[in-house]
C-alpha cells in the first residue's frame, strides 16, 4: 500500500483515470453493438460516482489535504457500490433470483390492440438483464466488473485508511 499512499495525490487521478478508461469501454463497446441492459447502465453510474470522487479529490485536496483522505474513502465506497450491482447483476445473468422491473420486457394487458402492442414493442429499447451477450472464459462482464470493482474498492479503501493512519503519526 505504500505505493499509493507514498505519493497520494496519485489517488484521485487513479480514480479520475479508472472511470473513464471503464466508461470509455463500455461506450466502444456499444458501438459496436453490444447494448447494455438497466443493470449494465446502472453500473456505469457507479463509475460516475468514482469519477466525481476523483475530480473532488485534485480539486479540494491541493488546497485542503485533509478532503485527500475523504474523497480516496467517497471513490473506494463508490466501487463499493458498482461491485454490489454487479454482485446482483451476476445473479440475475445466473437466474439465482429476478431482476429489477426495468428487467422486463413490459407487461402488456391482454384487451391491447394489436396496433397498440405493435407499438409500444417496437418504440421499447428493451435489453433483458439476464441474458449474457459477451463473456470470456465462462465469466460475463457483470462477472469481471464485480470482481474488479471489489478490488478497486479494497485498494482505494485501504488507501484511505492508512492516509489517516499517516496523518495520526505525522
Known amino acids: 500500500m505504500e505505493f499509493l ?3 497520494p495525490r496519485r489517488l484521485p487521478a487513479l480514480a479520475i483515470a479508472i472511470p473513464l ?5 463500455a461506450f466502444a ?21 468514482v469519477l466525481a470522487a ?5 480539486l479540494v485536496a491541493t488546497a485542503h489535504p485533509a478532503f485527500l483522505r475523504l474523497s480516496v474513502a467517497l471513490a473506494g465506497l463508490a466501487f463499493l457500490v458498482g461491485a454490489g450491482i454487479a454482485a446482483f447483476h451476476s445473479g440475475v445473468e445466473r437466474k439465482w433470483w429476478e431482476g429489477t422491473a426495468a428487467c422486463h420486457a413490459p407487461k402488456i394487458d391482454a384487451s391491447t390492440s394489436i396496433d397498440e402492442m405493435k407499438t409500444i414493442l417496437l418504440n421499447q429499447d428493451f435489453v433483458p438483464c439476464d441474458k449474457i451477450p459477451w463473456s470470456l ?4 462482464m457483470a462477472n ?3 470482481v474488479f470493482s ?21
Open 29 to 49: 463497446s456499444e458501438a459496436f453493438g453490444l447494448k447494455p441492459c438497466v443493470l449494465c447502465i446502472y453500473q456505469r453510474w457507479a463509475y460516475v460516482g
Open 150 to 170: 471489489l478490488a478497486m474498492a479494497a485498494v482505494f479503501l485501504l488507501a484511505a485508511w492508512h492516509l489517516g493512519q499517516d496523518r495520526r503519526a505525522g
Open 54 to 58: 476523483g475530480v473532488l479529490g485534485l
Open 137 to 140: 472464459f465462462g465469466a460475463s
Open 5 to 7: 499512499t507514498r505519493y
Open 144 to 146: 469481471y466488473n464485480m
Open 21 to 25: 478508461l471503464a466508461l470509455g469501454a
